[in-house]
C-alpha cells in the first residue's frame, strides 16, 4: 500500500506541477508487509537509472527530548557494492550507516568520519538486524535494522537529535566497487563514486505499534530509548 502525502500539488490533470516537485520533499508512507512496518520511504539516485530506496520506522508518540530507536531498511540495487546513508547530512562527525552485500544477508557498518577519509568504526549506535527484510536476488539486496543511536549523537553541531517528527536532510553516498571482507564490519570500503542528498520526512514513518513490531521480528525493544510506545 502506498500513501502519497498532501506535499506535491496535483493539477486538474492529476499531472505534478513542475516548480513545485524540484523543490518540496514527497514523502511516501509504505506499509512493507514482510516486516509489518510503516516506513517514510525516499529515494536516492544512485545512477541515472537506478535508484537507491532508503526507508525508516519510527516510534510514534516518542517523548520530546527522548532518544529513541528507529527500523532502516535499504534496497540497494546489484551495482553497488556498498551504500551508506548519512545521519546528520554530511560525511564528517555523525553517524553514518554503511552496508556491502555479504551472500543473502548484508553486513551492516557502523561508522565515523573525522575529516574526507576513510571512516572509522563507531561504537555509538548498533544495528540489530530484524529476522526479516534482509536478502538479496538478481538485481537487489536488502537489508533492515533496529538502530540505537542513529538519530542522536554529539557531532559537528553538538548534541544533536532528529526530531521524529521533522524532515531533515539526508547525506548518502555509494559505490560499485566492492569492499575488501564483505562479512566484516570493520571492512575496508572503496571511496564513493556518487554523494548528494535527500529530504526525508521523518513523520511519515511513524508507528504506534512499533515495539510489537519489533518483537515479530525477532528484536526485543529498545527499553526506555524507545519511549513510551506501545508494548505487548
Ligand atoms: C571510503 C572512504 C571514504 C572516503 C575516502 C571519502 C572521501 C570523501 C571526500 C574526499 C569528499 C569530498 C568530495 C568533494 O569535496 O568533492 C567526500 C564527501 C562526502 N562523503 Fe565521503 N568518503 C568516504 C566514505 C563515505 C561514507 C561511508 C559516506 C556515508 C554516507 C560518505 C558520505 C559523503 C558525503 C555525504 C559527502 C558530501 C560532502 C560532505 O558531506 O562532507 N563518505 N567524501
Ligand atoms: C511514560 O508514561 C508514564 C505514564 O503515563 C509517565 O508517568 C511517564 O512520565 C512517561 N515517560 C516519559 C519518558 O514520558
Ligand atoms: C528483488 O528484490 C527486491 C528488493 O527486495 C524486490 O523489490 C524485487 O521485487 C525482487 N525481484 C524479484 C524478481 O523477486
Ligand atoms: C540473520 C537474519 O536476520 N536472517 C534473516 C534475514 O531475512 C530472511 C528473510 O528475508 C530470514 O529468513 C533470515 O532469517
Redesign the pocket.
Given at each position: 500500500m502506498r500513501t502519497a502525502y498532501g506535499l506535491v500539488a496535483l493539477g486538474a490533470a492529476g499531472i505534478p506541477a513542475p516548480e513545485r516537485l524540484a523543490l518540496e520533499a514527497r514523502a511516501v508512507a509504505i506499509v512493507d508487509q514482510e516486516t509489518g512496518f510503516t516506513f517514510s520511504e525516499t529515494k536516492a539516485a544512485a545512477t541515472l537509472t537506478s535508484n537507491i530506496v532508503y526507508r525508516i520506522a519510527t516510534p510514534a508518540n516518542v517523548?520530546a527530548g527522548?532518544p529513541y530507536d528507529i527500523v532502516l531498511q535499504v534496497i540497494a540495487p546489484t551495482s553497488l557494492g556498498w551504500v551508506g546513508l548519512a545521519w546528520g547530512g554530511s560525511m564528517i562527525r555523525n553517524p553514518l550507516t554503511v552496508a556491502y552485500p555479504n551472500g543473502q544477508k548484508p553486513t551492516v557498518s557502523s561508522r565515523w568520519a573525522t575529516g574526507h577519509s576513510t571512516p572509522q568504526a563507531y561504537t555509538g549506535a548498533t544495528y540489530t538486524p530484524l529476522s526479516s527484510g534482509n536478502k538479496s536476488n538478481g538485481t537487489h539486496w536488502q537489508y533492515t535494522v533496529k538502530c540505537t543511536g542513529c538519530t542522536t549523537y554529539t557531532g559537528s553541531a553538538g548534541a544533536t537529535r532528529i526530531d521524529p517528527l521533522s524532515t531533515r536532510r539526508l547525506g548518502f553516498a555509494c559505490a560499485a566497487g566492492k569492499v575488501s571482507n564483505p562479512s566484516s564490519t570493520t571492512s575496508s570500503i572503496p571511496v564513493h563514486d556518487v554523494y548528494n542528498y535527500i529530504t526525508h520526512d521523518f513523520s511519515a514513518g511513524a508507528n504506534p505499534n512499533f515495539e510489537a513490531l519489533l518483537q515479530r521480528n525477532g528484536v526485543s525493544g529498545g527499553g526506555?530509548e524507545t519511549?513510551?510506545t506501545t508494548r505487548l
Open positions: 517523548p527522548q526506555a519511549g513510551n
